[in-house]
């Protein structure tokens, strides 16, 4: 099993800019969910998806789409890149929704100039 | 509301010595507890898991932590810390019960632990 896998490992984006960060898992997980790690703020959940077909915002959704059409792929689109969204990036899945532990991915460092 | 907190955001220890990483939720109902670590620029992975039963729970690497109601605690230790200790440590909890948001993970800020040789 190769996990759960993100690409790119790195972007630079300039302000306006739209882009999707790609996360995929192979282990027939139901949950996906998406979190950024800033300095001094440890994860915080952006969106997140208990199957195929169904997501939902966490704690910090704006500027941030999801969809989940297959169950293993989950891609996040930013719209038009702002600097704040400047953050490292992982994806997690996990075999149900209901707190079991999470496999993360090895994470996307975005820089928005 | 959940909320995490991780006492210390760097803690550092000579190779040996006891490491004790400090975790604290706030919440009515004893959630499930979780300490994840992250190497460096690389993703978080699962040290150890509290769910239901026995208080003091063994993980990987030699780590393990104590379930503490009474304290609404779940500090992580290690009697003899290694030089490939040094990382971050993030604390974790979940509700036991669906909330309204969903399965949400609440983190701590997490503690960088470093190793003096």
């Known amino acids: 099993n190769a996990g759960v896998t993100q690409t790119p490992k790195f972007q630079v984006l300039k302000t306006g800019q739209s882009m999707t960060l790609q996360c995929a898992q192979d282990?027939?997980?139901?949950?996906m969910s998406w979190y950024r790690q800033d300095p001094g703020m440890g994860l915080r959940l952006i969106h997140y998806?208990?199957?195929?077909?169904?997501?939902d915002q966490g704690e910090v959704p704006n500027g941030y789409n999801v969809s989940r059409s297959t169950t293993e792929d989950f891609p996040l689109r930013l719209l038009s890149a702002a600097p704040s969204q400047t953050s490292v990036y992982f994806c997690?899945?996990?075999?149900?929704?209901?707190?079991?532990?999470?496999?993360f991915g090895p994470g996307t460092r975005l820089t928005v100039l | 509301a959940q909320s995490v907190t991780q006492l210390g955001s760097h803690v550092s220890v000579s190779e040996g010595a006891l490491v004790l990483l400090r975790c604290n939720y706030s919440?009515?109902?004893?959630?499930?507890l979780f300490w994840y670590v992250q190497y460096p620029n690389q993703g978080l992975q699962l040290l150890l898991k509290?769910?239901?039963?026995?208080?003091l729970v063994k993980g990987i690497n030699g780590f393990e932590a104590e379930f503490k109601k009474s304290e609404t605690s779940f500090h992580l230790t290690k009697p003899s810390a290694h030089m490939s200790d040094a990382a971050e440590y993030f604390c974790?909890?979940?509700?036991?019960?669906?909330?309204?948001?969903?399965?949400?993970?609440?983190f701590g800020t997490g503690t960088s632990l470093t190793v003096i040789p």
């Open positions: 997690a899945s996990s075999y149900s929704y209901y707190t079991d532990t999470q496999y």
């Open positions: 282990m027939n997980h139901e949950y």
């Open positions: 998806s208990v199957g195929a077909g169904i997501t």
């Open positions: 919440s009515s109902v004893p959630p499930y």
């Open positions: 509290y769910t239901t039963g026995a208080t």
């Open positions: 974790a909890v979940s509700p036991l019960t669906m909330t309204n948001t969903g399965n949400q993970f609440y």
